[in-house]
């Protein structure tokens, strides 16, 4: 049983090393001592991680808990913990500060006065797991016990961690891309068969586990598995049809649909929806999910397409109101009447217990065809297979005419490649360039809209470190409707407010147009944005599929040229 106290010992040396070299060496010096029991939990852990992503566990832990919890095990008014909080600017300081107060008054023993290990990481895993298994009525209750249990466990350098990872912010800086290199460090595994891993079953803790036990040879056996959502094959932009013909040959032109991306399980009756994020939405889509009862004819499937949310006339409506669709959780069968969506299926990844993301796009399509009866819930759109950029441009102006996006221009060859965004699937689409990224703070508004949260602070997205670098600022574009809708989504972010300032647990993604992109010293990214206005907020991005400081760069030197 490895201690709790050995976990909070490697972050504290991570977060005193700046190279990602050195910080791979560390986690993968964690990974080769602890147990396989304890291996999955410490991969997700030092990413700030309970549960893999896809996941239907989830901690549900915000920060107004976590302080009540804090309150409750240190016997400070909750006032004080939020003035600690605003004091210290971490909510990990704030667990060491309020918890020393306690023990200051107390004779007994404590781990906390002692600095006596008594958590293992197993236990602290446990107690999460008891977390997320509660819900209903009192499930607040046991929540904060069970977090009033762990605090009143724990040394202080495990309650600063402990905090941390109870909202799932640990700051260490360790992301997918340090975890990867670990594994394959720990367990002597190619990082490419790590990555490939990775995209098949999106979870880490799992391919960490093959590693240790079977090397790289059960990390190559590593597959799909129904129910448990693969990665998705993302597009690269083209700047004109030409190119793309140019680049590929032949090509398979699609409409690109203005919806929203599911990748849709079938197991007999079982349906399971994951959204782009890979979140499971089933709940929310029960027309989609009787959509693909009725007229799916095929015993266990995987396949992908898009929602569209449309009018009366057929026609895709705002891009809003497909989120509305799928954030919605209780009175489902009222959104379902009101905002009806067509499915457009485009890939088969898996059909009668046979994985298909190996074979070419054609074989699976027609694979596709044969399985869906087309009806006006759900259907297979055309594709066509051209060289003849005149052709392409008569589908791209037909699907903008339609309200869609643009087309995507696809390699008929090529097979599914999980989590890639690479050159054989390309979009074409005449909207400006706009980028995605990460709200990490706000302002309360003045006047009339001091009741609201009003300026948003954004930031890009490192993949090796996880962390998220500030770029800027937006006021503009925002409806009165949308401010107060976003207050509401936000407030349970909220990790410190200092006078007007928040400052924001990264959740929310952002799509925002802007002027230009400039060097700038004021932001941590050494970049700023000139008139960045909002254009929607993009529920289906999760914050790591925010923009990179990489592609910040790229866009910002390609102004120059
Ligand atoms: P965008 O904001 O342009 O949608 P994105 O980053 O969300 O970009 P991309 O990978 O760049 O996603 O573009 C592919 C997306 O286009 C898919 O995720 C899917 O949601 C959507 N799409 C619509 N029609 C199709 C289609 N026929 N084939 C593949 N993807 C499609």
């Given at each position: 049983?490895?201690?709790?106290?050995?976990?909070?010992?490697?972050?504290?040396?991570?977060?005193?090393?700046?190279?990602?070299?050195?910080?791979?060496?560390?986690?993968?010096?964690?990974?080769?001592?602890v147990?396989?029991?304890?291996l999955?939990?410490?991969?997700?852990?030092?990413?700030?991680?309970?549960?893999?992503?896809?996941?239907?566990?989830?901690?549900?832990?915000?920060?107004?808990?976590?302080?009540?919890?804090?309150?409750?095990?240190?016997?400070?008014?909750?006032?004080?913990?939020?003035?600690?909080?605003?004091?210290?600017?971490d909510?990990?300081e704030?667990?060491?500060?309020?918890?020393?107060?306690?023990?200051?008054?107390?004779?007994?023993?404590?781990?906390?006065?002692?600095?006596?290990?008594?958590?293992?990481?197993?236990e602290?895993?446990?107690?999460?797991n008891?977390?997320?298994?509660?819900?209903?009525?009192?499930?607040?209750?046991?929540?904060?016990?069970?977090?009033?249990?762990?605090?009143n466990?724990?040394t202080?350098?495990?309650?600063?961690?402990?905090?941390?990872?109870?909202?799932?912010?640990?700051?260490?800086?360790?992301?997918?891309?340090?975890?990867?290199?670990?594994?394959?460090?720990?367990?002597?595994?190619?990082a490419?068969?790590?990555?490939?891993?990775?995209?098949?079953?999106?979870?880490?803790?799992?391919?960490?586990?093959?590693?240790?036990?079977?090397?790289?040879?059960?990390?190559s056996?590593?597959?799909?598995e129904?129910?448990?959502?693969?990665?998705?094959?993302?597009?690269?932009?083209?700047?004109?049809?030409?190119?793309?013909?140019?680049?590929?040959?032949?090509?398979?032109?699609?409409?690109?649909?203005?919806?929203?991306?599911?990748?849709i399980?079938?197991?007999?009756?079982?349906?399971?929806?994951?959204?782009?994020?890979?979140?499971?939405?089933?709940?929310?889509l029960?027309?989609?999910?009787?959509?693909?009862?009725d007229?799916?004819?095929?015993?266990?499937?995987?396949?992908?397409?898009?929602?569209?949310?449309?009018?009366?006339?057929?026609?895709?409506?705002?891009?809003?109101?497909?989120?509305?669709?799928?954030?919605?959780?209780?009175?489902?069968?009222t959104?379902?009447?009101?905002?009806?969506?067509?499915?457009?299926?485009?890939d088969?990844?898996?059909?009668?217990?046979?994985?298909l993301?190996?074979?070419?796009?054609?074989?699976?399509?027609?694979?596709?065809?044969?399985?869906?009866?087309?009806?006006?819930?759900?259907?297979?759109?055309?594709?066509?297979l051209?060289?003849?950029?005149e052709?392409?441009?008569?589908?791209?102006?037909?699907?903008?005419?339609?309200?869609?996006?643009?087309?995507?221009?696809?390699?008929?060859?090529?097979?599914?490649?999980?989590?890639?965004?690479?050159?054989?699937?390309?979009?074409?689409?005449?909207?400006?360039?706009?980028?995605?990224?990460?709200?990490v703070?706000?302002?309360?508004?003045?006047?009339?809209?001091?009741n609201?949260?009003?300026?948003?602070?954004?930031?890009?997205?490192?993949?090796?470190?996880g962390d998220?670098?500030?770029?800027?600022?937006?006021?503009?574009?925002?409806?009165?409707?949308?401010?107060?809708?976003?207050?509401?989504?936000?407030?349970?972010l909220?990790v410190?407010?200092s006078g007007?300032?928040?400052?924001?647990?990264?959740?929310?993604?952002?799509?925002?147009?802007?002027?230009?992109?400039?060097?700038?010293?004021?932001?941590?990214?050494?970049?700023?944005?000139?008139?960045p206005?909002?254009?929607?907020?993009r529920d289906?991005?999760?914050?790591?599929?925010?923009?990179?400081?990489?592609?910040?760069e790229?866009?910002?030197?390609?102004?120059?040229?």
């Amino acid at each position: 049983m490895t201690d709790f106290k050995d976990f909070a010992d490697v972050c504290k040396r991570i977060e005193h090393t700046s190279g990602s070299l050195d910080m791979t060496d560390i986690v993968s010096e964690m990974f080769h001592s602890v147990s396989a029991e304890e291996l999955p939990v410490v991969a997700h852990f030092v990413m700030g991680d309970v549960f893999p992503a896809w996941s239907t566990e989830q901690l549900g832990v915000g920060p107004s808990l976590l302080y009540t919890a804090l309150s409750r095990s240190s016997g400070l008014p909750l006032k004080e913990i939020e003035t600690l909080v605003r004091n210290t600017g971490d909510i990990g300081e704030t667990a060491i500060a309020a918890l020393k107060k306690e023990t200051r008054n107390q004779a007994t023993f404590s781990a906390f006065m002692d600095e006596t290990p008594s958590l293992s990481i197993m236990e602290v895993f446990e107690r999460f797991n008891n977390i997320s298994g509660t819900t209903g009525k009192g499930s607040q209750t046991t929540k904060i016990k069970n977090l009033q249990y762990l605090f009143n466990s724990a040394t202080p350098e495990e309650a600063r961690y402990l905090a941390r990872l109870a909202i799932e912010d640990l700051r260490i800086g360790v992301g997918e891309g340090i975890v990867r290199d670990a594994i394959a460090k720990a367990f002597g595994v190619p990082a490419g068969d790590v990555e490939r891993g990775f995209m098949l079953t999106n979870d880490l803790g799992l391919v960490a586990v093959a590693a240790k036990e079977g090397g790289v040879e059960a990390v190559s056996q590593l597959g799909m598995e129904l129910n448990r959502p693969i990665k998705m094959m993302l597009a690269q932009v083209t700047p004109t049809i030409e190119t793309a013909i140019n680049d590929l040959g032949v090509v398979a032109v699609e409409w690109k649909f203005d919806g929203a991306r599911v990748q849709i399980h079938k197991d007999g009756d079982n349906i399971n929806i994951f959204s782009r994020r890979l979140e499971n939405v089933t709940g929310s889509l029960p027309d989609i999910v009787q959509a693909v009862k009725d007229h799916v004819k095929a015993d266990t499937a995987i396949l992908e397409g898009e929602a569209v949310a449309v009018d009366e006339h057929g026609n895709p409506r705002a891009f809003q109101d497909i989120l509305k669709r799928f954030r919605r959780k209780y009175d489902v069968e009222t959104t379902v009447r009101e905002i009806p969506l067509t499915l457009n299926l485009f890939d088969l990844l898996y059909l009668n217990d046979e994985v298909l993301i190996d074979m070419p796009l054609t074989d699976r399509r027609d694979a596709l065809v044969d399985c869906v009866e087309n009806t006006n819930g759900i259907r297979v759109d055309e594709q066509v297979l051209t060289k003849d950029p005149e052709k392409v441009n008569e589908i791209y102006s037909a699907a903008l005419a339609a309200g869609h996006e643009g087309v995507m221009i696809k390699n008929p060859e090529a097979p599914y490649s999980p989590g890639k965004r690479g050159k054989n699937w390309l979009k074409k689409k005449p909207i400006m360039e706009t980028l995605d990224l990460v709200v990490v703070g706000a302002e309360w508004g003045y006047g009339r809209r001091a009741n609201l949260i009003g300026s948003y602070a954004l930031a890009c997205f490192d993949p090796d470190t996880g962390d998220f670098l500030p770029i800027g600022k937006v006021a503009t574009g925002f409806s009165d409707e949308q401010l107060a809708e976003l207050t509401d989504l936000l407030s349970d972010l909220i990790v410190v407010e200092s006078g007007r300032d928040i400052e924001l647990k990264p959740e929310v993604v952002f799509e925002v147009a802007f002027e230009e992109i400039q060097k700038s010293t004021n932001y941590e990214s050494g970049y700023a944005l000139r008139f960045p206005r909002l254009v929607n907020i993009r529920d289906d991005k999760s914050p790591e599929e925010a923009e990179t400081l990489e592609r910040i760069e790229s866009i910002y030197l390609s102004q120059r040229s």
